[in-house]
């Protein structure tokens, strides 16, 4: 008996449009720290705080990308409600729901982890 390795999902949902929503804004995150303590030592040498803030806001755009995608998604299912029961569409829905509550999150945490360096000067 062959095994059918092909996932097909009957309801038309774009599963890499709901994992990137899921994933970006938390990999912007982390990516925001390891880029910003990177740039620091070099851009106190320089005597400049602009790559520290170009850390910053490439990486927000990131995670804003994430959250476009997921808001996207979330007014996609928002339209059907969801079933009670298991199935594609109840998953949909939780994801996109899910997704946008975790990218908004991680936005919020990543302009608290800006603000910082216009009040503080990082080399002191």
């Known amino acids: 008996m062959a095994i059918d390795t ?15 929503a899921n994933l970006l804004a938390p990999a912007a995150f982390l990516l925001q720290l390891e ?4 740039v620091v030592p070099r851009a106190c040498k320089a005597g400049v705080v602009f790559p520290v803030h170009l850390a910053h806001a490439g990486t927000l755009l990131i995670a804003l990308g994430g959250a476009v995608i997921a808001w996207r998604e979330w007014q996609r299912w928002r339209r059907s409600p969801p079933t009670d029961g298991p199935g594609p569409e109840s998953r949909s829905h939780f994801m996109a ?27 002191q």
Do not use: K, N
Request: hydrophobic share 60%; glycine share 4%.
């Open 6 to 20: 092909e996932i097909r999902i009957p309801d038309g949902t774009d599963v890499v449009a709901q994992w990137a």
């Open 35 to 38: 880029i910003a303590y990177l």
């Open 97 to 123: 729901m899910l997704a946008t509550l975790v990218s908004t999150g991680f936005l919020l945490v990543m302009l608290a982890l800006w603000l910082p360096t216009f009040w503080l000067h990082p080399c």
